[in-house]
């Protein structure tokens, strides 16, 4: 029975580590994918991006699901912290981006929020772009595994417990001030988008044949329209993935999203960057605490000729004592 035990715990803990190993190439691919927003990549690059966090969105919202389904009667069944983690790493970005982003281009609507990017869309819906960081959690996949571990492989999680209410903390910030309530860029730039739209409005009404040479002194500006009729039109590049929709009176405008998204890309850049640094430094301290403790316990009394008491028993009787 001992040895049925130590090969689930073997088989456990190969799973463990192929699924360690996803998580953090999930954390690399959404690097790269940031780096690549950051530096000015198309609509395309960044759906690409998109679609691969969506595959490992399923794949680990599959795992946790499966693995509840089949401990849920088990005593070694997942402690509630790795759990909790699992699920907002997995399950939470699955529901707020994948599934609408998935929704979005099966029915071809590219002019959703969730396909061209939650931070373009501005006010309250903008924060939920903020739920691609929760995927940075998948780091701590290692030190809070769904899969149970013998007494002895399960280290501390004072530390881990301490960066995880630092990224919830960041998390809420960042979700704060993409839905303009705290200062940010994202609220910099709505009121000059909507300042824009106000000289516009007036320029209609005091001269309107002067709105193309206006609307060309502002670059990001894509399409116009006043009163329904077409002013400037949008290039044959425009794609509505790229776009941002702002309406003032009886003027509305389509501002260009390259510089919301270089930014937003340059953010989760840093964010995972990081939280990859902010992991490591956590696992080679574990590693060498791990390493330390070993051997001061196997080595400090041995040397001294003191016996180890029920350590030592144990090792006689090939048992653990009561």
């Known amino acids: 029975m001992d040895q049925a035990r130590e090969k689930g715990f073997r088989d456990r803990s190969f799973s463990d580590s192929v699924l360690s190993a996803l998580a953090v190439i999930s954390v690399v691919v959404a690097l790269s994918g940031s780096v690549a927003t950051a530096a000015g990549a198309s609509w395309r690059s960044r759906a690409y991006f998109s679609l691969a966090?969506?595959?490992?969105?399923?794949?680990?919202?599959?795992?946790?699901f499966a693995v509840l389904a089949l401990t849920a009667r088990r005593r070694d069944a997942p402690k509630l912290a790795a759990c909790v983690l699992a699920f907002l790493s997995s399950a939470?970005?699955?529901?707020?981006?994948?599934?609408p982003l998935l929704f979005g281009w099966a029915t071809a609507d590219f002019s959703a929020a969730a396909v061209r990017g939650y931070a373009a869309s501005g006010g309250p819906m903008a924060a939920l772009a903020t739920a691609s960081a929760l995927r940075l959690l998948r780091l701590a996949r290692p030190y809070a595994s769904l899969y149970p571990r013998p007494p002895k492989a399960l280290p501390s999680k004072h530390a881990l417990i301490a960066l995880?209410?630092?990224?919830?903390?960041?998390l809420l910030a960042c979700a704060l001030t993409d839905a303009?309530?705290?200062p940010g860029y994202a609220r910099a730039e709505a009121e000059r988008r909507q300042g824009v739209m106000r000289a516009m409005r007036e320029l209609s009404v005091l001269d309107p044949s002067a709105l193309t040479e206006a609307a060309r002194t502002h670059p990001d500006i894509v399409a116009l329209a006043v009163d329904g009729m077409t002013v400037v039109a949008g290039g044959a590049d425009y794609h509505p993935a790229d776009a941002m929709y702002e309406e003032y009176a009886t003027v509305a405008a389509w501002f260009s999203a390259k510089p919301v998204?270089?930014?937003?890309?340059?953010?989760?850049?840093?964010?995972?960057?990081?939280?990859?640094?902010?992991?490591?430094?956590?696992?080679?301290?574990?590693?060498?605490?791990?390493?330390?403790?070993?051997?001061?316990r196997r080595g400090t009394r041995a040397a001294r000729g003191q016996p180890v008491g029920r350590e030592?028993?144990?090792?006689?009787?090939?048992?653990?004592?009561?």
Not at 56 to 63: A, G, I, P, T
Not at 164 to 170: E, G, I, S, T, V
Not at 267 to 290: G, M
């Open 312 to 322: 030592e028993m144990a090792g006689v009787l090939g048992k653990r004592l009561p």
């Open 53 to 64: 966090g969506m595959v490992f969105d399923l794949v680990f919202s599959f795992e946790l």
């Open 261 to 296: 998204h270089r930014a937003s890309g340059a953010a989760e850049a840093a964010a995972a960057v990081c939280a990859l640094i902010l992991t490591l430094a956590y696992a080679l301290s574990s590693r060498k605490a791990a390493r330390a403790g070993t051997s001061f």
């Open 92 to 99: 939470v970005p699955l529901a707020i981006l994948s599934g």
């Open 164 to 170: 995880a209410a630092a990224a919830l903390a960041a």
């Open 180 to 182: 303009l309530v705290l």
